[in-house]
């Protein structure tokens, strides 16, 4: 191969490992806001239960 084609390939390849970490990044942020909404989904049926019981107590 010529070095403008083992040029480009090399461009090519760091591009992809680019894509690649941004891909990693995009899936950690995922993974914390699903568990985040998961927690916001507990806190919320905690406050709705809280509301209720203050409803049939006052």
Do not use: F, P, Y
Not at 11 to 22: A, Q
Not at 24 to 43: F, P, R, S, W, Y
């Amino acid at each position: 191969m010529d070095e403008k084609m083992v040029g480009i390939m090399e461009e090519t390849l760091h591009k992809l490992e680019e894509i690649t970490n941004k891909l990693e990044h995009i899936e950690d942020n995922t993974h914390q806001m699903e568990d985040e909404q998961v927690a916001l989904k507990g806190a919320i049926q905690q406050l709705s239960r809280s509301v209720r019981n203050d409803n049939i107590i006052g």
